[in-house]
């Protein structure tokens, strides 16, 4: 009996191990494999006021989207994130929202949006709106209600400051001339806190009132059908009401010295996410996406650790604020690195490694256009360092988000003139130069490379007539003079254009899962012009190799690639000796 005990125990023993081995190997796993809708798409980001205007008042509109519905289908994009078109009197281009759950008049009508959701969800498309809660308009009932008096019953929906208290500790305003986040307001003599410009209060999260209001909102949102919702500047919600004095040394030592860090750090911040997840979130198969401004390596799973149950993703600053110089708005060095590039994308794929989820860009409505922030826009460069940078966000780990105008190949505008800009920032900060006395002429030309939002909110080049096929009227911002030469329409015709690349991508991409889940490793990482991969997946293994320069380069990879299949290739023919031409890009199997 004692040997059939013993042996009965070994088995019993043996099965633990096992089950222990199957769980450690499901948990690495989890966050990498485990399939998900929003892990699997492609993202496509429409701006609505550039996209397409129907109605002739030079003001893009839901009727032009619904217009587009074929041609966005035909990208081989999954889902379609929208930029605010809630009611707003666009003091910020829509992020100043006056009204929830209405729709701007210049997009619109709530029968508009309906017809517009209906049209993508017979198409297999999904729909993801911007959900803007850190600040509303100066302009919502809200803050209209708040302002009248001290004991008003919307007083606590914003934060406010008596000024018998004295001026309050110093909070940033981005979008203030003065840098000041806190605007005094005569009528209940208090300040109220504006993280941007002063039309745009920030909202008192700490009121559960306001926050059950919000959840309210969201969840009449996902009953109408929507998808999810990227959600803009997030991070900022929970504010420590005491405003205490921050030294820059404080900042320093606990903030890395960043003003962005300190507001993505309030005591409440993950217990409002998590109460929003169980409130609305969870209710639903939906995306929820972090616009993760102060977001660090060290931080993000905070947001997006399955288990934390607050968001899907994130998005990250610190690739797009590379290259930029200190001490001045937007400024880029022409001599950024790619070694530096590479490093900092590689680190935010091993933040993913076990758990969370990630995603990948280069542009979007707050950022110069790809091309000409990391390409090459000049004509003989501009098409190949297009796709090249295509290949990149479509061959990487994480959701990757593309922004409309882009698959075309369109670059910064590279406006002359500050009468030229709508952008509140660009305008804000043109005025603290005036007023600080400083160089307004290297300012502008600043603006034209690394710089102004406006750069990617010029108007979609649909085709070469006048306005760029974009409106019969005047634009609200100038289309770019080389429409002519720069279109979707002539994109169209050619196999080989930057449109029809971008096709071929993400199809490619949908083909193969390991250009999705695949396991990624840098190579040849010191190498100052090429960018070199891996990625693997079940057995199956790519290469990919990306030129940055705009001369001939090599990696050393230590991988042979004569024998190797060529799975896309941004010239006609990729070399089999691994020299890449300038700006060439190839994904090779292995």
Same mark, same amino acid.
């Given at each position: 009996?004692?040997?059939?005990?013993?042996?009965?125990?070994?088995?019993?023993?043996?099965?633990?191990?096992?089950?222990?081995?199957?769980?450690?190997?499901?948990?690495?796993?989890?966050?990498?494999?485990?399939?998900?809708?929003?892990?699997?798409?492609?993202?496509?980001?429409?701006?609505?006021?550039?996209?397409?205007?129907?109605?002739?008042?030079?003001?893009?509109?839901?009727?032009?989207?619904?217009?587009?519905?074929?041609?966005?289908?035909?990208?081989?994009?999954?889902?379609?994130?929208?930029?605010?078109?809630?009611?707003?009197?666009?003091?910020?281009?829509?992020?100043?929202?006056?009204?929830?759950?209405?729709?701007?008049?210049?997009?619109?009508?709530?029968?508009?949006?309906?017809?517009?959701?209906?049209?993508?969800?017979?198409?297999?498309?999904?729909?993801?709106?911007?959900?803007?809660?850190?600040?509303?308009?100066?302009?919502?009932?809200?803050?209209?209600?708040?302002?009248?008096?001290?004991?008003?019953?919307?007083?606590?929906?914003?934060?406010?400051?008596?000024?018998?208290?004295?001026?309050?500790?110093?909070?940033?305003?981005?979008?203030?001339?003065?840098?000041?986040?806190?605007?005094?307001?005569?009528?209940?003599?208090?300040?109220?806190?504006?993280?941007?410009?002063?039309?745009?209060?920030?909202?008192?999260?700490?009121?559960?009132?306001?926050?059950?209001?919000?959840?309210?909102?969201?969840?009449?949102?996902?009953?109408?059908?929507?998808?999810?919702?990227?959600?803009?500047?997030?991070?900022?919600?929970?504010?420590?009401?005491?405003?205490?004095?921050?030294?820059?040394?404080?900042?320093?030592?606990?903030?890395?010295?960043?003003?962005?860090?300190?507001?993505?750090?309030?005591?409440?911040?993950?217990?409002?996410?998590?109460?929003?997840?169980?409130?609305?979130?969870?209710?639903?198969?939906?995306?929820?996406?972090?616009?993760?401004?102060?977001?660090?390596?060290?931080?993000?799973?905070?947001?997006?650790?399955?288990?934390?149950?607050?968001?899907?993703?994130?998005?990250?600053?610190?690739?797009?604020?590379?290259?930029?110089?200190?001490?001045?708005?937007?400024?880029?060095?022409?001599?950024?690195?790619?070694?530096?590039?590479?490093?900092?994308?590689?680190?935010?794929?091993?933040?993913?490694?076990?758990?969370?989820?990630?995603?990948?860009?280069?542009?979007?409505?707050?950022?110069?256009?790809?091309?000409?922030?990391?390409?090459?826009?000049?004509?003989?460069?501009?098409?190949?360092?297009?796709?090249?940078?295509?290949?990149?966000?479509?061959?990487?780990?994480?959701?990757?988000?593309?922004?409309?105008?882009?698959?075309?190949?369109?670059?910064?505008?590279?406006?002359?003139?500050?009468?030229?800009?709508?952008?509140?920032?660009?305008?804000?900060?043109?005025?603290?130069?005036?007023?600080?006395?400083?160089?307004?002429?290297?300012?502008?030309?600043?603006?034209?490379?690394?710089?102004?939002?406006?750069?990617?909110?010029?108007?979609?080049?649909?085709?070469?007539?006048?306005?760029?096929?974009?409106?019969?009227?005047?634009?609200?911002? %100038?289309? +770019?003079? /080389?429409?002519? &030469?720069?279109?979707? #329409?002539?994109?169209? *015709?050619?196999?080989?254009?930057? =449109? !029809?690349?971008?096709?071929?991508?993400?199809?490619?991409?949908?083909?193969?899962?390991?250009?999705?889940?695949?396991?990624?490793?840098?190579?040849? %990482?010191? +190498?100052? /012009?090429?960018? &070199?991969?891996?990625? #693997?997946?079940?057995? *199956?293994?790519?290469?990919?190799? =990306? !030129?940055?320069?705009?001369?001939?380069?090599?990696?050393?990879?230590?991988?042979?690639?004569?024998?190797?299949?060529?799975?896309?290739?941004?010239?006609?023919?990729?070399?089999?000796?691994?020299?890449?031409?300038?700006?060439?890009?190839?994904?090779?199997?292995?």
């Amino acid at each position: 009996m004692k040997v059939v005990f013993s042996k009965l125990t070994t088995i019993l023993l043996l099965c633990l191990v096992i089950v222990s081995v199957n769980q450690s190997a499901a948990q690495e796993k989890k966050g990498t494999t485990d399939r998900k809708w929003w892990k699997e798409a492609v993202v496509y980001q429409i701006y609505p006021r550039s996209f397409k205007d129907t109605d002739g008042d030079g003001v893009g509109d839901l009727k032009g989207i619904i217009q587009k519905l074929d041609y966005i289908k035909s990208l081989g994009v999954d889902v379609v994130w929208l930029n605010p078109i809630y009611g707003s009197p666009n003091a910020d281009n829509g992020y100043d929202i006056s009204d929830y759950q209405t729709i701007m008049k210049e997009f619109g009508t709530m029968e508009d949006f309906d017809a517009l959701l209906k049209g993508m969800h017979e198409r297999g498309l999904k729909l993801v709106m911007d959900l803007v809660v850190n600040h509303s308009s100066d302009e919502h009932k809200w803050f209209q209600e708040s302002r009248k008096s001290r004991d008003n019953p919307y007083r606590d929906y914003y934060h406010w400051w008596p000024a018998e208290k004295g001026k309050p500790a110093f909070r940033p305003g981005a979008f203030e001339a003065d840098g000041s986040g806190w605007r005094y307001d005569k009528q209940t003599d208090s300040y109220y806190l504006h993280y941007f410009s002063y039309k745009q209060p920030d909202l008192n999260w700490e009121n559960p009132k306001l926050r059950q209001e919000i959840y309210s909102m969201m969840n009449w949102w996902f009953k109408k059908g929507i998808d999810g919702f990227r959600m803009d500047v997030i991070p900022f919600i929970s504010k420590d009401t005491n405003f205490p004095v921050i030294t820059q040394e404080e900042l320093d030592k606990n903030y890395h010295g960043r003003w962005d860090v300190y507001m993505a750090s309030g005591p409440h911040l993950h217990d409002y996410l998590q109460e929003m997840n169980r409130e609305v979130l969870s209710k639903y198969d939906v995306m929820s996406l972090a616009e993760g401004a102060g977001m660090l390596t060290s931080t993000a799973l905070n947001f997006v650790d399955e288990d934390r149950k607050e968001l899907n993703m994130g998005y990250h600053f610190e690739g797009t604020n590379l290259g930029y110089i200190p001490g001045y708005f937007k400024k880029m060095s022409p001599n950024w690195s790619l070694v530096d590039f590479k490093k900092i994308y590689s680190d935010w794929d091993a933040v993913y490694n076990k758990k969370g989820w990630g995603t990948i860009y280069l542009g979007n409505h707050d950022q110069p256009r790809m091309t000409s922030r990391w390409g090459n826009d000049a004509p003989e460069f501009r098409a190949v360092s297009s796709k090249m940078l295509t290949t990149f966000l479509l061959s990487m780990k994480g959701t990757p988000y593309y922004y409309n105008g882009d698959e075309i190949g369109m670059v910064n505008a590279k406006f002359n003139k500050i009468e030229d800009y709508r952008d509140i920032e660009t305008i804000a900060e043109y005025e603290k130069i005036k007023i600080a006395g400083g160089d307004l002429k290297q300012f502008i030309e600043d603006q034209k490379t690394g710089g102004a939002r406006d750069n990617g909110r010029t108007p979609f080049q649909w085709n070469s007539s006048k306005n760029g096929g974009f409106s019969t009227t005047e634009p609200w911002l %100038k289309v +770019n003079d /080389n429409h002519t &030469a720069i279109n979707a #329409e002539a994109q169209e *015709k050619d196999p080989n254009s930057v =449109l !029809n690349y971008f096709r071929k991508m993400t199809k490619l991409r949908k083909t193969n899962p390991v250009l999705i889940y695949g396991k990624y490793t840098l190579l040849d %990482k010191e +190498n100052p /012009n090429v960018y &070199a991969y891996t990625r #693997e997946l079940e057995g *199956k293994k790519v290469l990919v190799l =990306l !030129n940055f320069s705009s001369k001939n380069a090599t990696a050393k990879t230590g991988i042979n690639i004569k024998k190797s299949k060529v799975l896309i290739n941004n010239y006609t023919k990729a070399s089999k000796n691994g020299e890449l031409r300038p700006y060439e890009s190839v994904i090779y199997q292995l």
